[in-house]
């Protein structure tokens, strides 16, 4: 059955092979879903286009909204707010590098309530390790607080999280940063800085296959010297 109360985007730029066993998860979930092409190739566009015919799901391809280069992740922000927000829906961006599980959405609906601004899912790696950008967390928080969601003021990411409609109606994304490429550091600050909790879910994982769709954002964790020469000389990531 179709959750009405969730509106599900993801942003997908080339990576296709990943990103239609991500798209395939959350249809397989029973969802309904938005995937904005962010000016993937021709080819991959393409694809895409081949997946919606077969799925269901909707696509938007960037290129008819803008002719700005990827990344487009506050455009993306600003049309999925305001689309969560006619239809009275929570926002849920999950990532074209994020594999959920069947009940991995709905568990996310679950921890709503009043005063709750952001709820995400733990990111692992094909191990079962808590993996970025949550590798901070530490299993023994479970054990220690006997539950499995926290309340944390730590950076949160948009991975696989859930914005509720309460922080929609009071953060405008329209005054998002144009400068800057990734907003998930900047809304988790909102929500906290709004008096609403964040919350993440250490019972509800999610596989992480980091960067898949910007492999050069790998060196972050092979060569970081070289990742932060690109980012600093060519003006990428910025956060």
């Known amino acids: 059955m179709v959750n009405n109360h969730l509106h599900i985007i993801m942003p997908v730029k080339d990576s296709i092979a990943i990103a239609d066993r991500a798209i395939r998860a959350i249809v ?18 393409q694809r895409l286009d081949e997946i919606a015919a077969n799925t269901n799901i909707q696509i938007v391809h960037i290129s008819n909204l803008t002719n700005h280069p990827s990344p487009n992740y506050r455009l993306i922000l600003q049309h999925a707010q305001k689309q969560a927000l006619e239809a009275s829906q929570h926002l ?3 990532e074209s590098d994020v594999i959920v599980k069947k009940n991995t959405l709905d568990s996310l609906l679950a921890e709503v309530k009043d005063g709750i601004g952001m709820v995400a899912a733990v990111t692992i790696d094909e191990e079962g ?29 948009f991975c696989c999280t859930l914005l509720s409609n309460e922080l929609l109606q009071k953060a405008d994304f329209q005054l998002l940063d144009p400068t800057k490429n990734w907003y998930d550091v ?11 909790q964040n919350l993440l879910m250490l019972g509800n994982p999610v596989l992480h296959l980091p960067h898949s769709s910007r492999p050069w954002k790998r060196l ?11 980012k600093i000389t060519q003006q990428l990531d910025k956060i």
């Open 92 to 94: 849920v961006i999950v």
């Open 129 to 157: 390790l808590f993996n970025f950008p949550y590798q901070y967390t530490r299993r023994w928080w479970y054990r220690l607080y006997g539950t499995n969601t926290i309340a944390t003021k730590k950076r949160f990411s």
């Open 28 to 45: 397989d979930s029973g969802h309904t879903l938005c995937v904005y092409d962010d000016n993937s190739l021709p080819e991959n566009a």
């Open 220 to 230: 972050k964790y092979t060569h970081p010297l070289r990742y932060y020469w690109r």
């Open 186 to 196: 900047t809304i988790s600050h909102w929500s906290l800085h709004l008096g609403l």
